[in-house]
């Protein structure tokens, strides 16, 4: 982000209506992601074309009318609402007299400014450098352009000056780096799939909630602030739930419309936490007038990663700054709440344990004594409801994982009390 000394750049915004998805609509997310990196919106322009140019992405008509406009505004960039090949900037830079930019470097620039984990970083410079390679040619001199502001974040305007040998052997590295993070992710995911370990992962549109409702809770202490992208890193805690149970709660980070494929494919190793957890919470702002599409955008990532068979429930955060709250109503598969406001709270936490009392079985056990340790294990994995010490062991009333039944089978009394 910029100091209180700089002042912040003034922007305009370029897009085109195609009729490929709401312009207006994409446009407007396009200034919220501007003003987040620190940009002052001074002026929106969409054109109506079927055609994308190959060369200036719109009309020389339409340029010339930004070109006077950014003059007479004193604009220091331009942010186009789409990605831009390597020679679309050059000629477009060449005839506005102004930087160019386009959705992608934007996102990119936010997500460098907000990585904190060693991982995070490595994912968005390994993003930025496959953005970068393809064009090289395109932009040409543009590149050694020395300079800070929007879109200049990550891996400095050096690594800008690269050659493709340097990149590639840049991404290499970077990938082989995001490798061994990776087996030591999976070690700890293996680990707790070997200890039964039940997994809640919260997904869910960008800006809608999820870190606050993370916060309320397990008590993370996550930067939770109204803006997108506030946080990328994912983060997991226990939590506790009514009925005994523990789980481990995993953030993941926020999605929005049309995100880049460099950082969607960078991002899967994080977002496959959510392939292997037990239950989804997807979060979503019900305040927001967007919200089907913002759910839409969430279950078509769900089925990428292969989570179709996960159960998912749908969390309707934001009650507080929905009118029409006395008409809410839950559902099997639905929670209304306000993690701001603390409310609905209970009411999700017992939503959750009915899902995952689907995975468990109410058992009685006559445990030997010289297994005690089982015990142990059931008490951590699940919930004691009777413990009786008698003659030839310990009678045991709980709840346990239905997978653990082939293990308890030889001390089984009766299952389903």
Known sequence: MYSNEQRKQVAVLIGVNNGTYDADESIDELGELATTAGAEITGKFVQNMQTINNSTYIGSGKLKEIKDFCQKVEADIVIFDDELSGV???????????RVIDRTVLILDIFAMRAMSKEGK??????????????????????SRQGGGIGTRGPGETKLESDKRHIRRRIDALTQQLKELEKRRNRIRERRNKNNVTTIAIVGYTNVGKSTLLNLLTNAGVLAKNQLFATLDPTARELKLPDGQSAVLVDTVGLIKRLPHQLVEAFKS????????????????????????????????????????????????????YKFQNMLTITEKSAFISAKENKGIDELLNLICKQLSEKVKKVSLLIPYDKAGLLDKIRKQGKIFAEEYVENGIKVVANIDKKDIKSILPYLIEENI
């Open 88 to 98: 679309q900037i050059r000629n477009i830079e060449e005839i506005l007299k102004i």
């Open 122 to 143: 490595l994912q968005v410079e390994l993003a930025q450098q496959k953005y970068l390679l393809p064009r090289l040619i395109g932009m040409g001199s543009e590149l």
């Open 270 to 321: 994080t977002l496959e936490e959510t392939a292997n957890a037990d239950l989804i919470l997807n979060v979503c702002d019900i305040s927001n007038p967007l919200v089907d599409e913002q759910i839409e955008v969430t279950k078509k990532l769900l089925a990428e990663l292969g989570c179709g068979d996960i159960p998912v429930i749908t969390v309707f955060n934001k009650t507080d700054l």
